[in-house]
């Protein structure tokens, strides 16, 4: 019964994580849509994005997932934003970016520390106790707003600086609503599991499933960009890995032609 419970779990998460894959990312629609967008449409945009961004929701669930207190929640998650809004905001309005899928392989990183400094890694592993907490997920904080510029750095947000800045801060502001939306429920959700006899038996568990799911994450983005063809350029992860296994599948074809198979 212990051991089925966790495998669930894990099995469930992983199962889940292609599907919201899919969802995180900026679409080829979305940059249209937003060519003629008011800055209504960039608030409603960066909530979405936050509500499909499994990476970043999982790493809050992580940060918020022993926390019992309202004060406690309001402080990590206000150091985690002051972090993602700095590097958001800077990054894209001076147009500083790298390659996506690197950045969301270093953001897979920061959860699989927080799950393995949840269940206690550092202290069993290296006999030492865990380094600060909020200097962590402010560093984090600001890691995860660079990755979403570098998302946000896929729409066309003109050549006015003023009107730019203003797109800017409109989806900062809808990234904000969704994370509010998403802590409403993770933090709801984890009060009312913290008092049954499940909670202290497999809390261990849940952060090995985090852990596993930011593993999976590492992955997907390294698969990713590795068949990245152009490598420093914005690519859609579907999009490209569809296309470098075409490519791959005509160069075989060709080379068993050329063989005679």
């Known amino acids: ?32 849509r937003m060519l003629e967008a008011g800055y209504l ?14 990476d970043h929701l999982l790493f ?11 004060r406690d929640v309001a402080k990590f998650v206000t150091v985690f934003t002051i972090g993602h809004c700095i590097t958001l905001i800077f990054a894209t309005y001076f147009k500083i970016t790298w390659n996506y899928y690197l950045v969301d392989a270093i953001i897979a990183l920061s959860v699989m520390y927080k799950a393995f400094d949840n269940n206690g890694g550092f202290q069993k592993h290296f006999s030492m106790a865990s380094p600060n907490l909020l200097g962590a997920v402010f560093i984090f904080g600001l890691l995860h707003g660079f990755g979403l510029s570098t998302r946000l750095q896929q729409l066309p947000l003109g050549d006015d600086p003023v009107a730019m800045l203003w ?4 989806f900062n502001v809808g990234v904000e609503v969704g994370q509010i939306a998403a802590l409403t429920v993770m933090v709801g959700a984890l ?7 499940s909670f202290k038996r497999f809390s261990y568990a ?6 596993y799911g930011g593993v999976y994450l590492l992955f997907t983005q390294l698969h ?3 068949h990245d063809a152009h490598p420093d350029s914005f690519r859609f992860p579907a999009a490209e890995h ?20």
Request: glycine residues 8%.
């Open 242 to 261: 569809r296309h470098a296994h075409e490519d791959m599948d005509v160069e075989n074809t060709e080379d068993k032609s050329r063989s005679g198979i």
């Open 191 to 197: 009060a009312l599991w913290r008092h049954r006899p």
């Open 60 to 70: 809050l669930f992580g940060v918020v997932f022993f926390l019992t207190t309202f």
């Open 41 to 54: 449409h960039y608030v409603e945009l960066g909530a979405r994005h936050m509500l499909t961004g499994y």
């Open 206 to 211: 849940a952060n090995l499933a985090l852990f």
């Open 1 to 32: 019964m212990h051991i089925t419970h966790p495998k669930r779990l894990l099995v469930l998460l992983l199962g889940l994580l292609p599907i919201l894959a899919a969802a995180h990312g900026i679409s080829p629609e979305d940059q249209q």
């Open 224 to 226: 990713g960009y590795q």
């Open 167 to 170: 797109r800017i801060l409109s």
